[in-house]
């Protein structure tokens, strides 16, 4: 097992060189840069833009550019950002933790949520409590997660029951740590919902026929026939046979943390890493692009990782070599 | 001496959305202490479905419309489910055909087998004792269900299956997926299991000769009715339904080798489209008018009851 890990952690290295490559030529593909649109503005000279091109870098070739990044990769340097005139890794730093407490409570509250109403709903399948939740399900699929989003701001503003926008309020400087973290809970709390609310729907359904399918398997009559009761058939013989392929969809969901709240981010105001990087990329603030994908891959081949581990765990069959 | 399982006039239906379909229509058998009755028929016959209703394990769109099922004199189609749950695995208790996908590939065997006791103490203890039983070693207690042989999957079967000494085993096709080799040694010990706990064994087959050599009694069905119920001994020498004397015929141990094997012309009905009559009556050479007519009742002739208008018609329609 330990060299099973070792081994897929260094399979990491060449994935990610390999992809932060590609993604670098393609963003190189398109046409312009950065300094491009500063050209529009006549008080600017083309010779000073000529020489900020230098400094930066950009009057090289794509591949030797990447290089230099790389380089500067080693040395945890993620680079300068043209817009903002400050390091990668400033600008990030917060967003970034804005963004993943976000997506984590946001799919937390997905599966705590989904894993019980789908065990409940194949339990009562065909039943009205089934039919009732297979139709929320739908309307919740069917609803935009920026549209419920955008419906929980018109309620928050509405009501005043919860902050709009941010992350902290503004009398909160002299709270102590615990206030302090209340109050950034209660302004996930809108932000959190609308992403969970439009991901519950589509877990549920899996959910549900995961068990549904367990249930109806051969060693479920077997569990009956030697007079188990109802709970240890639900809870042993068919949950952990449901479970298990969840394990390799949770890998996944891990990966779509920094994109999959971009939208919810930018209608609830929520200053996280989505509106920087959709900036970053019209802009072709190129630095800034490559630091958000370098996060997004290491999170999907790491969230995979840890996927094939916990099924490895879970089921038996499973062997890692 | 109070009879292991006694099934009279059985009915089951089948339910699709408005109509009904009949899958099994008066059953009658019943198996005595310490003896093994075997069920044999095609596919589809209702053995299976018979079995189910014993372990009142249904699938959910059967329902069991008449009859009367007594295991070791109790009824327990008038028992609640929670009663029910009380005689699975301890007064009747089942294997199936495919040992591996009966067993939760999650677990290991030995933890399947253990939690199936009823009484709290010495679960592990007794556990070991019925590995020593089934003839398995003990450390294949903690392996896992693909780790072992389709032999030894049906062992921890019957271990799982006999581990609260019940009185009745329901056997469905317990070595069909089995080579002939370790089919065997899976028959031997079902043996050995009643010789030593005086148990009970419903044996579903569809192989005449293993049936015969099995058991003491055997049930011959077709199309959910049970057409004839005899001595092992004696159905080989005078079968007396048609479809018994067909089904003999077809033995491979009775012809030359490489000789045509002759077979039951036709199929079995579909269920839901069964003709009036007896339902034998299109595959059947000594068919007369009134087969197509009626269904034959229960007849006895000596220790053996058939349904077949050749042996007289006492009148019943059933």
Not at chain 1, 127 to 154: K, N
């Amino acid at each position: 097992m330990k060299k099973y890990i070792l081994k897929r952690l260094l399979q990491f290295i060449p994935l990610l060189l390999g992809m932060t490559f590609i993604s670098f030529m393609i963003i190189q593909m398109a046409p312009g840069d950065y300094f491009t649109q500063l050209s529009m503005n006549p008080e600017i000279s083309p010779l000073t833009i000529e020489s900020m091109r230098r400094d930066f870098g950009l009057d090289k070739p794509a591949v030797i550019q990447y290089l230099y990044w790389l380089k500067n990769l080693a040395r945890l340097n993620l680079g300068q950002s043209f817009s903002y005139h400050v390091p990668v890794s400033f600008l990030i730093g917060q967003k970034l933790r804005n963004t993943l407490s976000l997506s984590i409570f946001s799919i937390f509250l997905t599966w705590a949520a989904a894993i019980p109403l789908g065990i409940f709903s194949a339990v009562k399948d065909g039943r009205w409590q089934d039919r009732t939740l297979s139709l929320l399900a739908y309307i919740g699929i069917s609803i935009p997660s920026f549209l419920t989003a955008m419906l929980l701001v018109f309620f928050a503003a509405r009501t005043g029951a919860f902050p709009v926008g941010g992350t902290i309020s503004v009398f909160n400087i002299s709270a102590t740590g615990w206030e302090k973290f209340a109050d950034y809970m209660k302004h996930l709390l809108l932000p959190g919902l609308a992403l969970a609310l439009s991901g519950i729907g589509s877990l549920f359904r899996l959910m549900k026929n995961n068990f549904l399918e367990a249930l109806g398997s051969p060693y479920i009559t077997t569990a009956r026939a030697k007079g188990l009761g109802e709970a240890r058939i639900y809870f042993r013989h068919a949950l952990r046979n449901a479970v298990n392929p969840m394990i390799t969809i949770f890998g996944y969901t891990l990966s779509s943390v920094l994109s999959g709240a971009a939208l919810v981010e930018i209608v609830t105001n929520w200053p996280g890493m989505g509106r920087l990087i959709l900036d970053a990329v019209l802009s072709q603030d190129l630095y800034l692009v490559m630091a958000s994908l370098l996060i997004g891959g290491a999170l999907l081949i790491l969230g995979n990782l840890a996927a094939d581990i916990m099924i490895a765990a879970a089921d038996p069959r499973v062997r890692l070599r | 001496m109070e009879k292991t399982l006694e099934i009279s006039n059985l009915e089951v239906s089948a339910r699709d959305g408005k109509k009904s379909f009949a899958i099994l229509r008066g059953i009658n058998l019943c198996a005595e202490p310490n003896q093994a009755v075997a069920l044999v028929g095609e596919s589809g016959s209702g053995k299976t479905m018979t079995a189910m209703s014993v372990m009142r394990l249904l699938p959910r769109n059967l329902a069991v419309d008449r009859g009367r099922i007594l295991l070791r004199g109790e009824d327990i189609l008038a028992m609640s489910e929670s009663q029910m749950r009380h005689i699975r695995g301890k007064v009747a208790s089942m294997i199936f055909q495919e040992p591996s996908s009966y067993l939760n590939p999650l677990f290991t065997v030995g933890s399947q087998v253990m939690e199936a006791v009823k009484n709290g103490e010495e679960r592990f203890e007794k556990t070991m004792k019925m590995f020593e039983d089934v003839e398995l070693e003990r450390n294949v207690y903690f392996q896992y269900p693909h780790q072992l042989s389709g032999g030894m999957q049906q062992r921890v079967m019957i271990a799982m299956a006999m581990i609260n000494n019940p009185a009745l085993l329901i056997a469905d096709e317990p070595t069909t997926a089995l080579d002939v080799t370790t089919a065997n040694g899976i028959v031997l010990l079902l043996r050995k299991m009643m010789d030593k706990y005086g148990l009970s064994v419903l044996f579903i087959t569809h192989d005449m000769s293993l049936a015969a050599s099995f058991a003491e009694k055997i049930g011959v069905m077709y199309a959910g009715r049970l057409v004839e119920f005899s001595d092992a001994a004696g159905i080989f020498k005078s079968p007396l339904h048609p479809y018994t004397e067909k089904l003999i015929d077809c033995l491979p141990e009775r012809y030359a080798p490489g000789s045509r094997i002759r077979t039951v012309e036709g199929s079995v009905p579909d269920f839901r489209q069964l003709p009036g009559g007896c339902p034998f009556h299109l595959r059947c050479p000594y068919k007369i008018t009134l087969c197509t007519q009626r269904k034959p009742g229960p007849t006895l002739i000596g220790t053996t009851t058939v349904r077949c208008f050749k042996y007289g018609d006492d009148g019943q329609d059933s």
